[in-house]
């Protein structure tokens, strides 16, 4: 599955320490906003910006209970970066893997 080119960039979303610190409470499963707030130090309001631009990005959905958003991993957003960056780096380490074989084995 390939990046949405029409999303924003999942990658600049994820450049912020506290969008991470996001994605790694809803690995945990769904939350609301206040949820969220209560498990960082940063405002509501500001953590409610930053699931603006992981949903814009594509990495994270959300859905009405009651009177409130929960939301969670958007799961072909987050497999969508995965496939790209096992694309990018598999390769990348595999080669380094192979050079490390050789090197060892020329040392050895």
Do not use: C
């Not at 992981?54 to 987050?78: F, M, P, Q, W």
């Amino acid at each position: 599955m390939a990046l949405d080119p029409l999303a924003g960039d999942p990658f600049d979303a994820l450049g912020d320490p506290h969008r991470r610190a996001i994605v790694e409470l809803l690995a945990a499963g769904d939350r609301s906003v206040q949820e969220l707030a209560d498990a960082m130090p940063i405002s509501r309001p500001a953590v409610s910006r930053h699931l603006r631009l992981l949903k814009d990005a594509g990495l994270v959905s959300d859905r009405a209970e009651g009177t409130r958003r929960l939301y969670r991993l958007h799961n072909e957003g987050i497999a969508a970066v995965r496939a790209y960056l096992e694309e990018v780096w598999g390769d990348a380490a595999a080669r380094f893997r192979l050079a490390a074989e050789n090197t060892d084995r020329r040392e050895g």
